[in-house]
Structure formats: C-alpha cells, structure tokens
C-alpha cells in the first residue's frame, strides 16, 4: 500500500512516501526563520508550511517516482502541536483526499515517533517502554500492545529539547540549541561546572530548574568556560533522563526499551542509554538518525499500521493542539 505522510505539528514540513516496509521518500524541510527569535513562531511556522508544502512534496514524489494518482492512502499529523501548523497539513491531505477519491487517516504526532522504531531492522517487543524525548515533549510510555499505551510520566515544566533552546539562547548560541551545545560539550568538562540534577520524584521530568541553575551560573561568573557549562549541562540534563527511566524499568520490569524523538538524535545520550542497556541487561532500540526529528515517513508508517485495523478518519476530523497516547483508541 503506498502511502503519503504528510507532517506539519511545528516548524518541519516533512513528506514521507512508504510502500508497506519500503521507504521511497523522506523529504524534509526545516525553517530557518525562527532562529533570530531564539525559538518557533506559531504564526511563521505556519506561513512557512504554506509556502513550503507543495515544493517539498513535488520533490518527494520525484524521489520517488510515483505520481499523485499512485497513492493509496494519506496519512497526516493531527496533534498534538501548533494549531495553525496542523491546519495547514490537515487542509492539504483533505484537499488530496477528496480530490484523488482516496481514504486518510489523521495520525497523533507522538504515535509517529513510536513507529520511527518500526522503520530500523530490529523492531521491539510487545510489552516496551518509550522515552519519547524531544523539543516539545518528554515522557515516558509503557507500549503494552499495538495502539495500546499507559503514560508512566511527563515532563512537569519544560521539556528536554525546549531545555537544550533555552539553555543555548543563555549561552548566546544559535536556534535550535541542541546541536550547538553538544558540540560545544564534546570540548568541555563537565567537572569544572557543577550543575543540579533534577529531581522531581516518581517518573516525572522537570528542566525549569536546571535552566535556571545556569542562568544564575552564568551571572555570577562572568568569565565562565562556554564548553564547561555546556558540558556540565548536557550531563545533568542527560542523567536526568538516565535515572527517571531506570525507576520505570524497574517498576514495569520488561526487557525493551526504545528511546525516541529529536533529542535521540545526540550522540552523548546514545552512549548514555546504551551503557544503560548493558547495566540493565536489556534491549534498547533508537530509530535512524534521519527518522528522529520530525518527519512524513514516520506519520506514514504509524498511520499505514492505523488504518489496517481501524480504517480511515472522517474528513471532518479536526486538528487538536494536546492529545495523550492514552487517549488514542
């Protein structure tokens, strides 16, 4: 079944074209606008999906070498995400729907972060637990079946990737911050800056406070090493991660555990989680690199898998800005 994925929840315009297991397309266009502001524009997100949509998937399709009329279904992020975003890419897949007689299936963005796995070779195994770590969520989910979640824990303020942004536009690097910092990190030590793990208890994260802990660092020494603070960071915010999942290994006790989302795609947290897996004797899976950030492919495949069993979304389902895994049925 060939299936176009459209995704638009925030400031990537991502097409995706699959058939069954088969990637043919994974175009991505990331917006560069925002960096001057230290963070996404609602509004410019969406102006930028506009204008940006079509090119980018005229240029999947070419990738592909496919036509419109070959699609058999169209699968699109829903929510959660920035409303006006999401009506951008729910308008389009409508449009399609109605115009090429094809069915579409609307698609929870973090549902799309879970099937990325589904995209590598290895696949987990039913019952898994997903860290799902990115700029706009961090949590942790017990997948105890296909389409079947229990959410152990989220993020109480603000979430890991939103931390590295906020964290980078303190140190006076570039949007988004993530790549930055772990660059400057990869220089550091992190010894020479002592920063708080966060601990909030339970399975729950929280980053407002390391953020602040640097904001003050920064203050009060004027002449701070930029690489140490970046690496004394990068390890709290990191360890962090470490801890709080290996409570909830140890509470749902299973034997695979997959890390997702954009943040997945540092190198540092890789060989964190994947010392974790050896520690604890488990499976770990992390998606391609290409397949971490926000991206069609993913949508495509999470919304292919959908609609095998529920079928198609009625063409008056509408864009939400919050939706839980556990919602979903």
Same mark, same amino acid.
């Given at each position: 079944?060939?299936?176009?994925?459209?995704?638009?929840?925030? !400031?990537? #315009?991502?097409?995706?074209?699959?058939?069954?297991?088969?990637?043919?397309?994974?175009?991505?266009?990331?917006?560069?606008?925002?960096?001057?502001?230290?963070?996404?524009?609602? *509004?410019?997100?969406?102006?930028?999906?506009?204008?940006?949509?079509?090119?980018?998937?005229?240029?999947?399709? !070419?990738?592909?070498?496919?036509?419109?009329?070959?699609?058999?279904?169209?699968?699109?992020?829903? &929510?959660?995400? $920035?409303?006006?975003?999401?009506?951008?890419?729910?308008?389009?897949?409508?449009?399609?729907?109605?115009?090429?007689?094809?069915?579409?299936?609307?698609?929870?963005?973090?549902?799309?972060?879970?099937?990325?796995?589904?995209?590598?070779?290895? /696949?987990?195994?039913?019952?898994?637990?997903?860290?799902?770590?990115? &700029?706009?969520?961090?949590?942790?989910?017990?997948?105890? *079946?296909?389409?079947?979640?229990? @959410?152990?824990?989220? #993020?109480?303020?603000?979430?890991?990737?939103?931390?590295? !942004?906020?964290?980078?536009?303190?140190?006076?690097?570039?949007?988004?911050?993530?790549?930055?910092?772990?660059?400057?990190?990869?220089? &550091?030590?992190?010894?020479?800056?002592?920063?708080?793990?966060? /601990?909030?208890?339970?399975?729950?994260?929280?980053?407002?406070?390391? /953020? @602040?802990?640097?904001?003050?660092?920064?203050?009060?020494?004027?002449?701070?090493?930029?690489?140490?603070?970046?690496?004394?960071?990068?390890?709290?915010?990191? *360890?962090?991660?470490?801890?709080?999942? *290996?409570?909830?290994?140890?509470?749902?006790?299973?034997?695979?555990?997959?890390?997702?989302?954009?943040?997945?795609?540092?190198?540092?947290?890789?060989?964190?989680?994947?010392?974790?897996?050896?520690? /604890?004797?488990?499976?770990?899976?992390?998606?391609?690199?290409?397949?971490?950030?926000?991206?069609?492919?993913?949508?495509?495949?999470?919304?292919?898998?959908?609609?095998?069993?529920?079928?198609?979304?009625?063409?008056?389902?509408?864009?939400?800005?919050?939706?839980?895994?556990?919602? $979903?049925?």
């Amino acid at each position: 079944m060939l299936t176009l994925g459209i995704e638009t929840s925030c !400031d990537e #315009t991502g097409i995706g074209l699959i058939d069954d297991d088969c990637i043919l397309a994974n175009v991505v266009s990331s917006q560069l606008a925002h960096t001057k502001y230290g963070g996404v524009v609602p *509004e410019l997100a969406a102006r930028n999906h506009i204008r940006t949509i079509i090119p980018v998937m005229k240029n999947a399709f !070419d990738v592909a070498r496919h036509r419109l009329d070959d699609v058999e279904l169209i699968s699109v992020t829903r &929510g959660p995400g $920035l409303m006006g975003a999401l009506l951008v890419g729910l308008s389009i897949a409508k449009s399609l729907a109605i115009a090429l007689k094809k069915p579409m299936i609307g698609v929870n963005h973090l549902e799309g972060h879970v099937y990325a796995l589904s995209l590598a070779p290895q /696949k987990p195994q039913y019952p898994y637990l997903i860290l799902l770590v990115s &700029g706009g969520h961090t949590e942790l989910v017990l997948v105890k *079946e296909e389409f079947k979640y229990q @959410t152990l824990g989220r #993020t109480v303020d603000d979430a890991c990737g939103e931390a590295f !942004d906020k964290v980078a536009k303190i140190l006076g690097l570039p949007y988004p911050g993530g790549p930055y910092i772990e660059k400057e990190a990869r220089t &550091g030590n992190a010894e020479n800056v002592r920063l708080p793990v966060p /601990k909030p208890g339970g399975f729950n994260f929280s980053y407002a406070g390391l /953020k @602040t802990a640097v904001l003050y660092y920064t203050k009060d020494h004027q002449d701070y090493n930029l690489s140490d603070v970046a690496a004394s960071f990068q390890e709290s915010a990191l *360890e962090h991660l470490i801890q709080v999942t *290996e409570r909830a290994l140890d509470h749902v006790r299973v034997e695979h555990l997959g890390v997702v989302g954009g943040v997945s795609v540092n190198k540092r947290l890789r060989e964190r989680f994947t010392e974790l897996s050896m520690r /604890k004797s488990i499976h770990l899976y992390l998606p391609d690199i290409q397949h971490c950030t926000d991206n069609g492919v993913m949508i495509a495949r999470a919304g292919a898998r959908r609609f095998r069993k529920y079928g198609p979304s009625s063409l008056t389902v509408d864009a939400v800005a919050r939706e839980a895994l556990d919602a $979903l049925t």
